[in-house]
């Protein structure tokens, strides 16, 4: 018989920041993730900084260990969470970077018929939007399922986070919780 939601184990959720910065609001984005997470997910952080830039002749002499910890994370996780910032209009190179490696090798790659939710936060007034969507397109060539709806770009990121890197804004906080439920719903669907 089926486990229902409520006595079902918790999903396993990969999280990480397409910024190296310690101090980057996506990475406090994912620590406050954590912190509200529903009891049916549980969200591992992943911290890019050992990822080395793609490179074809790199990948055929076999995986850097760090490149291989990342895609053995991403294949044994339910579902995958991505914060990233915007750079000049656009998805920044240390996120692109993570996909291209998660997208290899063709047809047997981690990322491949993998749930997939995006959020980020940025200083500026409409957040993270253009890097989303551009985000959203390499997701149709690595066959993800990116969740289309609830979008959560915090803007203005500055004014909702505190010093100590803690997200303090309430909206912001309740709609975090319900954007990680909605995700949780949305891996179930593919399970």
């Given at each position: 018989?089926?486990?229902?939601?409520?006595?079902?184990?918790?999903?396993g959720v990969l999280a990480f920041a397409?910024?190296?910065?310690?101090?980057?609001?996506?990475?406090?984005?994912?620590?406050?993730?954590?912190?509200?997470?529903?009891?049916?997910?549980s969200l591992t952080l992943f911290d890019?900084?050992?990822?080395?830039?793609?490179?074809?002749?790199?990948?055929?002499?076999?995986?850097?260990?760090?490149?291989?910890?990342?895609?053995?994370?991403?294949?044994?996780?339910?579902?995958?969470?991505?914060?990233?910032?915007?750079?000049?209009?656009?998805?920044?190179?240390?996120?692109?970077?993570?996909?291209?490696?998660?997208?290899?090798?063709?047809?047997?790659?981690?990322?491949?018929?993998?749930?997939?939710?995006?959020?980020?936060?940025?200083?500026?007034?409409?957040?993270?939007?253009?890097?989303?969507?551009?985000?959203?397109?390499?997701?149709?060539?690595?066959?993800?399922?990116?969740?289309?709806?609830?979008?959560?770009?915090?803007?203005?990121?500055?004014?909702?986070?505190?010093?100590?890197?803690?997200?303090?804004?309430?909206?912001?906080?309740?709609?975090?919780?319900?954007?990680?439920?909605?995700?949780?719903?949305?891996?179930?669907?593919?399970?």
């Amino acid at each position: 018989m089926p486990q229902s939601p409520q006595t079902a184990a918790p999903l396993g959720v990969l999280a990480f920041a397409g910024s190296l910065r310690a101090g980057s609001y996506n990475r406090a984005l994912l620590r406050a993730a954590q912190e509200l997470a529903p009891e049916d997910l549980s969200l591992t952080l992943f911290d890019l900084i050992e990822v080395p830039l793609y490179n074809g002749d790199v990948e055929a002499a076999g995986d850097p260990p760090a490149v291989a910890a990342f895609k053995a994370a991403i294949a044994a996780a339910d579902g995958v969470l991505i914060a990233t910032p915007e750079y000049n209009h656009g998805v920044p190179g240390v996120t692109k970077n993570a996909i291209d490696w998660a997208s290899r090798p063709p047809r047997e790659a981690p990322l491949g018929g993998k749930p997939v939710a995006i959020i980020g936060a940025s200083p500026g007034a409409t957040g993270t939007a253009r890097g989303q969507s551009q985000l959203r397109q390499a997701f149709e060539f690595t066959n993800s399922f990116a969740m289309p709806q609830p979008e959560l770009l915090v803007f203005r990121a500055h004014e909702k986070f505190d010093e100590a890197g803690r997200l303090t804004d309430e909206a912001t906080r309740r709609y975090l919780k319900s954007f990680l439920e909605a995700f949780a719903a949305w891996i179930r669907r593919f399970a």
